[in-house]
Structures are given as C-alpha cells and as structure tokens.
Nanobody, 123 residues
Framework: VQLQASGGGLVQAGGSLRLSCAVS????????MGWFRQAPGKEREFVAA????????YYADSVKGRFTVSRDNAKNTVYLQMNTLKPEDTAVYYC?????????????????WGQGTLVTVSS
C-alpha cells in the first residue's frame, strides 16, 4: 500500500487549504484513515481520523470546527479541508492508513504512512 499526500503550500492566516491523500496498491475502503502533523521541533500529533464506512470522524481539539476529514472510496482518496488556518497549524502533514476498523488517534494503530506535505501559515 502506498500513500501520497499533496496539497500543502503557503497560505496566510485565515485562509484555507485542502490536502489530499491518494492510496494505491489496495482498495481504500479496506482502511480507516487518519491525518497527523509534525511542527518544527515538536513531536508528531494526531489531527483527524475517519472510519472506513464514512460514518465516524474524530478531531483533535485544536482543529475541531476548522478542519474536516472526508473520503471518496471510489477515487481512493482521503481529504483534509482546512479552514481558518492559524500560524500554529504550520507543520508537515501526514496521512496514514489502518487495517483495524474504527477511528484511531494513536500512531501505533496505523500500518501505512505517506511521505508528508508541508503546510506553512503566515501571520
């Protein structure tokens, strides 16, 4: 299974970006998906997760109400819509896939990881 994250870039505070994560090698519907991020000098942290069935999502408190995770199993792609971006959202964003059903907030639950895409929010 390969994951390819894209859509990062430079945006001003208050702006929006949409990240995409394309999955290849296996059918996306087999996996629960998640987004994590790692800011400079900090540990990687959970951002959002979505179950394989679309029904369940979960967000970190820091992004709740601003970010939306979604998936299109027909396109084998997961999205992270990020609105009202803040400078503290600056990080490398990673997508991850888990074979275990459900929504997962811990890295150890995920089996496959993408390479990351950089999001920079200027003040």
């Amino acid at each position: 299974v390969q994951l390819q994250a894209s859509g990062g870039g430079l945006v001003q505070a208050g702006g929006s970006l949409r990240l995409s994560c394309a999955v290849s090698g296996r059918t996306l519907s087999n996996y629960a998906m998640g987004w994590f991020r790692q800011a400079p000098g900090k540990e990687r942290e959970f951002v959002a997760a979505i179950s394989w069935s679309y029904r369940n999502t979960y967000y970190a408190d820091s992004v709740k109400g601003r970010f939306t995770v979604s998936r299109d199993n027909a396109k084998n792609t997961v999205y992270l819509q990020m609105n009202t971006l803040k400078p503290e959202d600056t990080a490398v964003y990673y997508c991850a896939a888990a074979e275990l059903p459900g929504v997962h907030t811990t890295e150890s639950r995920y089996d496959y990881w993408g390479q990351g895409t950089l999001v920079t929010v200027s003040s």
